[in-house]
């Protein structure tokens, strides 16, 4: 059974012959290659496209090492597009891995030490030149986001368009998993959503699988890219990230959580470094916390949320299950993947306390959702079964001092309803599964 994953495909369609370079971005081995080479492929040939006019070529293959050399690629695909009466349909895959290689040509001497950068031909280069070819339609994929997300802006300007792509969602999972919604969120929450490990019938061999990504993908990537020494600090630092998730910490509090698991020390500024280096990869995302009434970011601490529930899981050999921490890293991953931008909400209140003196204290929203349009306050926990739990949970929300909209996420597949407050409730099934079940 394939996963059609429908929603990229409609983002591919909306794309296509827009004189700009798709960029499709992810985490290693969440079906980048397959979205391009086989479903988006798939579905253009149902339309009529002919084989011919597909020019195809995987980076990480070892066949195809000589077209690192961005000169060399572009030769080939100039070299296989020669006819001006087709439209061709250009893919190719883990761009990152292509080098910028030096114009031997110009005398270096001649240029000024600030424009020495000009000197190399890089894979930009080369995709901005086959952009001014009306004929080809060019489609990338990445799975480092400071080599393709950042520079999109500066090298390709308004020449490129990202597409994001993150493991199944739970609405992809339980199409495919043929299981009863509450089985289905357990499994979920346990193994995740990337295909493969999803794909696998047997529980051992997903573990597995997961536990082996890690290793002999992730980590290994990140050694060698970054030229690290070791895997030691990155592989401590993983662990306190994957312990940790839905807490508030920051480098400091990290480098003394890696220094104990490892038994040596570590400085904030390489954990600084190696935090940056597991963002790029797409392994964890870092979210900010804001003052929802001074309209601020605070700078020291912020959360981090694993990128995938089956792989943080796998890091701590399925140990630490804390369903309160899983469904916020859920509901977490859920808001980006519509393409939300998501903060921590914090709430700044002064009372007096029992000696009658002022005292300020911090009071959190699990999630400040930036609609675009407006902003909605999101709270994920895992009952209001009784007053004081439900008081305890819409604290925060009530003392937020503006009217924008307030939603309580609780475990389970309750019904939406709207307190005496406007507060909405609403079960993490419903959520996951209608993603117009909130009107945003």
Not at 56 to 72: G, H, M, S, T, V
Not at 204 to 220: C, D, P, S
Request: charged share 30%; glycine share 6%; net charge negative.
């Amino acid at each position: 059974m394939i996963i059609k994953r429908e929603q990229y495909i409609e983002m591919l369609l909306n794309k296509r012959w827009n004189g700009k370079v798709k960029i499709i971005t992810g985490i290693r081995r969440c079906g980048k290659s397959f979205l391009l080479s086989t479903l988006y492929k798939d579905y253009l040939k149902s339309e009529g496209v002919s084989e011919d006019c597909f020019i195809e070529i995987a980076l990480d293959r070892k066949a195809n090492l000589k077209y690192r050399n961005p000169n060399e690629l572009y030769e080939y695909v100039i070299g296989k597009t020669q006819d001006e009466s087709k439209h061709y349909y250009v893919f190719i895959d883990e761009i990152q891995l292509s080098y910028k290689v030096k114009n031997e040509e110009v005398d270096e001497s001649l240029v000024p030490e600030e424009d020495r950068d000009m000197l190399y031909t890089t894979f930009y280069d080369i995709l901005n030149d086959m952009m001014a070819r009306s004929n080809l339609d060019i489609y990338v994929t990445g799975s480092n986001s400071k080599m393709l997300s950042t520079d999109i802006v500066t090298n390709f300007r308004d020449r490129g368009t990202e597409i994001k792509v993150y493991p199944l969602s739970f609405k992809e999972y339980y199409a495919f998993s043929e299981l009863e919604k509450a089985d289905a969120l357990e499994e979920y929450l346990t193994f995740g959503g990337m295909p493969l490990a999803v794909i696998e019938k047997d529980e051992a061999e997903k573990r597995k699988y997961l536990a082996g990504l890690h290793k002999n993908v992730y980590i290994k990537d990140i050694v060698e890219r970054y030229k690290l020494k070791d895997d030691e600090v990155l592989d401590a630092l993983i662990d306190s990230l994957s312990s940790a998730v839905g807490s508030l910490t920051n480098p400091h509090n990290l480098a003394n959580a890696a220094g104990t698991l490892m038994k040596r020390n570590t400085s904030d500024h390489t954990i600084k470094n190696y935090l940056d280096y597991l963002e790029d990869a797409y392994l964890f995302m870092g979210a900010k916390r804001y003052d929802v009434k001074g309209k601020r970011y605070f700078e020291n601490t912020q959360k981090y949320y694993s990128m995938d529930l089956g792989l943080r899981n796998a890091k701590l050999n399925f140990r630490q299950q804390e369903k309160s921490h899983l469904m916020e890293n859920m509901i977490y991953l859920e808001l980006v993947r519509r393409g939300y931008s998501v903060d921590i909400g914090v709430v700044q209140l002064t009372r007096v306390n029992e000696q009658g003196k002022k005292q300020q204290s911090q009071y959190e929203i699990d999630f400040v959702v930036n609609t675009g349009q407006e902003k909605i306050y999101i709270q994920s926990a895992l009952n209001v079964d009784t007053e004081e739990k439900q008081n305890q949970e819409t604290f925060s929300l009530k003392n937020s001092g503006d009217l924008f909209r307030k939603i309580v996420i609780v475990d389970g597949n309750t019904k939406q309803w709207t307190d005496e407050n406007g507060i909405v409730y609403i079960g993490v099934i419903p959520f996951l599964l209608e993603e117009s079940s909130l009107g945003f």
